[in-house]
């Protein structure tokens, strides 16, 4: 299958190697590797019936559940514009742009995705993309390590434990010590006492529980320590929200899914990771930068390459190769359809749906624990285990949320949901809570 | 002309350089398009909420349409021509598994929703560990890692974790060939173990007697790739694992060249005791300009409780999510790149038994093919027999003529072929490295090789002029050290770096 090969072509190579068999190919590996009967799988199967195969496979998941599950990946409108653009099959099927010649088309589109981000986020130099948002994370707190050569990181509690997770895996546990600190009433607490020891401060915005707060003067105290200042911020809400450089972060990551990437069940998104020109060098992964050719026409390039793996080897910044590029452009291309006025719509939307649904909630005396201070997503409590409350909510057609405890809900509102989305999902969940 | 061979894939239309897209903003213009708010609107007062709008671009659809299409013109891509690029195995990426992996069954289902609504999902990810665990030899493998580099620092982070409970606490030295990938140190030192390097003997393999005084009991681990980054079948590789075994340390096999041995023989039977497999390479996903990729590692039964959790189970005919014991833990924000892994599930079960026993033969017979008609204008570096990729040198055209590998690639690229990997593998001087996957037809291969002849004789004769290749395309090689040294990377950067200078 895919082998273009005719018997004409197979005489042809056939006598220039002097063989008789594809077996002969292979007479210099030790015999007893050689796989006398190849391998115990299937039979082919044609696309025809492929197509039935994998249609039938597909049907077994919950398909059409409306979504009110967030946590880092949101189920927002993705414009058959934005599709069918990344899908285009020169982004799509190209390598790596290491010879910028014949790659100015992904180069410059990578060029426009960091430009995008840094406009975006208040940040002056952002990577051509890493992972997602969890594994952008780690990198993040790998560079503050880097940065000030202390060990101890501040991290605060109000992330995806997942995400925590990952950190725990990357980062490496015995020489560094990462502090989780509690939030209270869902923000960090004001008056953290930072100490000259620690390498990195590192929030999220809004926090995993769905409430945002204007962290500059959390900020300011944390880098008169010299302290590196981390935010991991959801991208969607940029358009409404203060960002993370106006409220003074040194680096910002974030999960890139919302922007340009269907759910894809988590993979593959895209980690966006923006920062300042001082950290230039330490930064993981592709950056790409514009530069003139011989007759000073405009080019794209990869640089500082000599951060990287394949030069730096041991000494490199991260050990990242293959990244998320085609997320990445999918990113830029979602980023030029929405411009100020829409994004600032999706955000603006998310929140006042958000706000009509805790009312409603309120209204039927469902306890919403974070209100006031939340922008899209919130938790509630429930009297019933969560489990079965989310599994009856299914039945109805509902994805009601992520289980955040064994009483608790949260619940995220993209500009997507209508009204009576809205409505059913609170007459329902009521049900279910009186059943 | 034959298919797929000269400039018939030249795809740079248009010799004017692109605008960036926040040139082509003009105030007022809008591509988006949402419903009106159907819910009664709020003041909502909130000290995180700002005024002021964010500074994107304003485009109309058309305008947005137009310029990344433009962009794409602007880019070689496997759908358009050859690249014969070492060690990415470039194969062609067939369009059903893209369909597949747009059905709204996969595509839209949020990473959250419970495993008993997501049985498809884990179903896929189940017969896919079952295809890679048969193709490698293995016996259970996770999704989590994104891509190769990501699934070695697993598979080395699984090999601290697993010495670590046996209290082999002084093993810290990872061995890795001098002719490694540079993914390999990089992953080993993050994970925390010294890198010791093995040199490559005179017959491009693992020097086996400097191999055997350099394990002792530190000894960890070793990592290595079979066929070797020179595209050589490491013939002594029975021994090797005996030397490593023999100390308790463990082989990591990379799978960046797992596509010459599909089919003929299986990592797990040379004694590795953990394998990744990169999915966009050898299982024909598409590499996407850089990415995305899958990385999942597959381990012997004694390594299983070390995976990155959760991995699937299956019982009574249901699909569930298992916690690994002694997990290293995630090592992704989810499961992986599961679309790219499903994509990869499609190719093989287009392949099945007959194109998968078959994979590595046609990919090992179009390299040897290659090599033979290469080698009457190009010396190669090694002359043993080569797998699915081989290296030649320029070596000697660089005394005779200051012809750098550099130069070949560039020129090849007027003449609508990719490069081949240059100064890879960095011990061989001058290096070119081909691979031609079996996807590539006898006749794109006779018209690269013949274009090389051509090509040499071609720089012989301007070789006073070799930095002004490549000719023939929009634009030539780029100032490098411009962008490096005053950081343009940002739109806006490069003009105020012209205001001031």
Not at chain 2, 467 to 494: C, M, Q, S
Request: glycine share 8%; charged share 25%.
């Amino acid at each position: 299958m895919f082998v273009p090969h005719s018997d004409i072509d197979l005489k042809k190579v056939f006598n220039e190697l002097s063989i008789n068999s594809l077996s002969e190919l292979f007479s210099h590996l030790p015999k007893e590797l050689i796989l006398e009967n190849g391998v115990n799988l299937p039979d082919s199967i044609s696309e025809l019936e492929a197509i039935e195969y994998f249609e039938s496979i597909s049907k077994k998941n919950k398909e059409n559940l409306i979504c009110f599950a967030g946590g880092g990946h949101y189920d927002v409108y993705l414009p058959h514009t934005v599709k069918t653009l990344t899908m285009r099959p020169e982004f799509m099927t190209s390598y790596t742009p290491y010879q910028a010649e014949i790659s100015q088309g992904v180069l410059q589109a990578l060029f426009e995705f960091q430009s995008l981000v840094c406009d975006l986020t208040e940040m002056e130099l952002a990577n051509a993309s890493l992972y997602d948002g969890a594994t952008s994370i780690a990198e993040a707190i790998s560079v503050a390590i880097n940065k000030t050569k202390r060990d101890e990181v501040v991290i605060s509690s109000g992330f995806h434990p997942n995400s925590k997770e990952v950190v725990n895996t990357l980062i490496d546990n015995e020489k560094f010590k990462i502090k989780y600190i509690d939030l209270i009433d869902y923000k960090f607490p004001k008056d953290y006492k930072f100490k000259d020891t620690d390498a990195a401060f590192v929030v999220s915005y809004p926090h995993f529980e769905g409430t945002a707060e204007d962290l500059t003067e959390l900020v300011t105290k944390a880098k008169s320590k010299g302290i590196v200042t981390i935010c991991y911020v959801d991208p969607t809400l940029l358009g409404i929200l203060k960002t993370p450089g106006n409220m003074g972060f040194d680096i910002v990551v974030a999960e890139g899914q919302s922007i340009g990437t269907p759910l894809s069940f988590g993979g593959p998104t895209v980690g966006w990771f923006a920062t300042k020109k001082e950290f230039a060098r330490l930064v993981p992964g592709r950056i790409i930068g514009e530069s003139r050719d011989s007759n000073n026409i405009k080019t794209y390039v990869m640089t500082l390459r000599a951060r990287e793996q394949d030069i730096r080897r041991e000494k490199a910044s991260s050990n990242i190769c293959t990244n998320q590029t085609l997320n990445a452009i999918g990113s830029a291309i979602h980023l030029c359809w929405l411009g100020p006025e829409g994004i600032y719509t999706m955000g603006f939307q998310a929140m006042q749906k958000a706000n009509y649904m805790k009312n409603k909630l309120i209204e039927e005396n469902i306890e919403v624990l974070n209100k006031d201070t939340s922008i899209r997503e919130f938790l509630i409590k429930t009297e019933k285990d969560v489990d079965i409350v989310i599994d009856k909510m299914a039945d109805d057609g509902y994805l009601a949320g992520i289980k955040y405890s064994n009483n608790q809900i949260l619940i995220a509102v993209t500009e997507k949901r209508t009204k009576d989305e809205i409505d059913r999902y609170v007459n329902t969940l009521k049900k279910v809570l009186d059943e | 002309m034959s298919s797929g061979g000269n400039a018939s894939s030249l795809p740079l239309v248009g010799g004017m350089p692109e605008p960036t897209i926040k040139e082509l903003s003009k105030p007022g213009r809008r591509a988006f398009n949402y419903p009106k708010l159907d819910v009664p609107e709020e003041v909502i007062e909130h000290e995180a909420i700002k005024t002021e709008k964010a500074p994107l671009p304003e485009v109309s659809e058309h305008d947005l349409v137009m310029h990344f299409s433009r962009l794409a013109h602007r880019n070689f891509a496997v759908d358009l021509g050859f690249y014969p690029l070492g060690s990415c195995t470039m194969k062609y990426n067939p369009r059903f598994a893209d369909w597949v992996a747009s059905l709204p069954g996969f595509s839209n289902i949020h990473p959250s929703t419970p495993s008993h609504l997501s049985q498809g999902i884990l179903e896929i990810l189940y017969i896919l560990e079952k295809y890679l665990i048969e193709i490698t030899g293995m016996d259970y493998a996770s999704f989590q890692p994104p891509a190769g580099a990501s699934g070695e620092l697993t598979g080395l982070l699984i090999i601290k974790e697993y010495l670590q409970r046996k209290n082999l606490n002084n093993k810290k030295n990872i061995i890795v060939p001098d002719s490694a990938h540079g993914t390999n140190p990089a992953s080993a030192k993050m994970a925390g173990f010294n890198v010791v390097e093995v040199s490559t003997d005179i017959n491009g393999l693992v020097d086996v007697k400097e191999l055997k005084t350099l394990v002792n009991d530190e000894t960890a681990g070793l990592m290595l790739t079979n066929p070797n980054t020179g595209g050589l079948f490491e013939e002594e590789i029975l021994e090797i694992s005996k030397i490593i075994h023999s100390v308790d340390g463990l082989l990591y096999y990379d799978g960046a060249n797992l596509n010459a041995i599909v089919g003929v023989c299986r990592p797990g039977d040379m004694g590795f005791d953990i394998v990744h497999s990169n999915l966009h390479k050898t299982f024909a996903t598409p590499h996407g300009g850089g990415g995305p990729g899958s990385g999942p590692v597959a381990v012997k039964d004694f390594l299983r409780e070390y995976l990155p959790g959760p991995i699937v189970e299956k019982s009574d005919d249901k699909f569930s999510w298992y916690q690994p014991k002694y997990s290293i833990g995630r090592m992704h924000g989810y499961h992986g790149n599961f679309l790219v892994a499903l994509r990869a599930l499609a190719y093989m079960k287009l392949l099945g038994k007959e194109g998968l026993d078959d994979l590595g033969s046609y990919a090992v017979l179009n390299a040897r093919y290659l090599a033979s008609v290469i080698s009457k204008s190009l010396p190669l570096a090694y002359a043993k027999p080569c797998m699915h990729e081989f290296v030649a040198t320029v070596k000697d055209l660089k005394k005779s003529h200051k012809i750098k590998a550099y130069d070949v690639g560039k020129a090849l690229l007027d003449r609508g072929f990719h490069s081949p990997t240059i100064y890879f593998p960095l011990i061989v001087e001058e290096a070119l490295m081909f691979e031609p996957t079996e996807t590539q037809s006898v006749d794109t291969l006779d018209d690269l090789s013949e274009t090389i002849s051509i090509i040499i004789e071609d720089l012989k004769l301007n070789n006073q002029n070799l930095n002004t290749y490549p000719k023939n395309l929009p634009v030539g090689r780029p100032n490098e050290l411009i962008p490096a040294k005053h950081l343009t990377v940002n739109w806006g950067d490069f003009e105020l770096l012209e205001i001031t200078e």
